[in-house]
């Protein structure tokens, strides 16, 4: 009975840390690929208890590919369509997956950290 009580807890806490990210204050700028050289880029993003370490491999002002090296997402897994929606559009300014919002802008601005040289 108590490890049921501290399960409930710890998912109302993290439930609650969950809603006090104001996800519409998370701004993704899109970088000019035309800039950044050809080579492989590692950012990561923590957006409330969503953490993303991804690689973004550049090559003639291309994306070629998204390696999601980390994403532990609670029930944002379906986030991870994003990275072909980013490499289709060759843009950061891609809409987030509906219901998986959070774990879309962790792993926008992990992309955007990568591709601005921040780790």
């Given at each position: 009975?108590?490890?049921?009580?501290?399960?409930a807890?710890?998912?109302?806490?993290?439930?609650?840390?969950?809603?006090?990210?104001?996800?519409?204050?998370?701004?993704?700028?899109?970088?000019?690929?035309?800039k950044?050289?050809?080579?492989?880029?590692?950012?990561?993003?923590?957006?409330?208890?969503?953490?993303?370490?991804?690689?973004v491999?550049?090559?003639?002002?291309?994306?070629?590919?998204?390696?999601?090296?980390?994403?532990?997402?609670?029930?944002?897994?379906?986030?991870?369509?994003?990275?072909?929606?980013?490499?289709?559009a060759?843009?950061?300014?891609?809409?987030?997956?509906?219901?998986?919002?959070?774990?879309?802008?962790?792993?926008?601005?992990?992309?955007?950290?990568?591709?601005?040289?921040?780790?």
């Amino acid at each position: 009975m108590k490890k049921k009580y501290l399960i409930a807890l710890f998912l109302a806490a993290l439930l609650l840390a969950a809603a006090c990210v104001d996800l519409d204050s998370i701004v993704i700028s899109n970088p000019d690929l035309s800039k950044i050289a050809d080579g492989k880029y590692q950012g990561s993003s923590k957006v409330g208890p969503v953490l993303v370490t991804l690689e973004v491999s550049v090559k003639g002002s291309v994306i070629t590919s998204i390696d999601l090296i980390k994403h532990r997402n609670g029930k944002g897994k379906k986030a991870e369509a994003i990275v072909q929606k980013i490499i289709e559009a060759q843009s950061l300014n891609v809409d987030v997956i509906s219901g998986a919002t959070a774990s879309s802008k962790a792993i926008l601005q992990a992309a955007e950290n990568a591709l601005a040289g921040k780790k």
